[in-house]
């Protein structure tokens, strides 16, 4: 298993593990695009994929310019692992090595997603969009998580 940083190269393979996903589901094609993607590994933040034998089987984008983690994701197979775990303390620890300022996400109510981020630490602090639940790791916290 190898943790490195996405590429653009790596596009068309994110796509595979984001549409292989049982919860929190694309349900419209032109919602998040490849330019969404270009954006946020270039200009907005920084990426990372996890490969097992040469496969990307999930990877993990965070957002420094809305201070938000844009997408983690694993292929379903791959889940309950520790793998996911790994993407986020990866990511995480590069937010906050960038900046204190607070990093918040958002996800439904309900799913395993949910429990993920309240075992790693995370705030519940409100609603957000549609219902999701909006999460904060503040940088003290994730220093005391650690």
Not at 43 to 62: L, P, S
Request: negative net charge; proline residues 2%; charged residues 25%.
């Amino acid at each position: 298993m190898t943790i490195r940083e996405a590429h653009l190269t790596d596009i068309p393979k994110m796509w595979i593990v984001r549409y292989s996903v049982k919860e929190n589901m694309l349900t419209d094609a032109d919602e998040v695009t490849d330019e969404d993607c270009v954006d946020y590994l270039t200009q907005r933040g920084k990426g990372w994929v996890c490969e097992i034998n040469g496969e990307i089987i999930g990877f993990a984008i965070i957002d420094l310019k809305d201070n938000n983690v844009w997408a983690l994701f694993l292929k379903p197979e791959f889940e309950n692992k520790g793998i996911g775990k790994k993407l986020h303390d990866i990511m995480v620890n590069w937010y906050f090595s960038q900046t204190t300022e607070n990093v918040w996400l958002g996800t439904l109510p309900g799913t395993r997603a949910e429990g993920f981020y309240r075992n790693a630490g995370w705030k519940e602090i409100g609603i957000h969009g549609d219902g999701e639940l909006k999460f904060e790791m503040t940088y003290h916290d994730w220093q005391n998580t650690k």
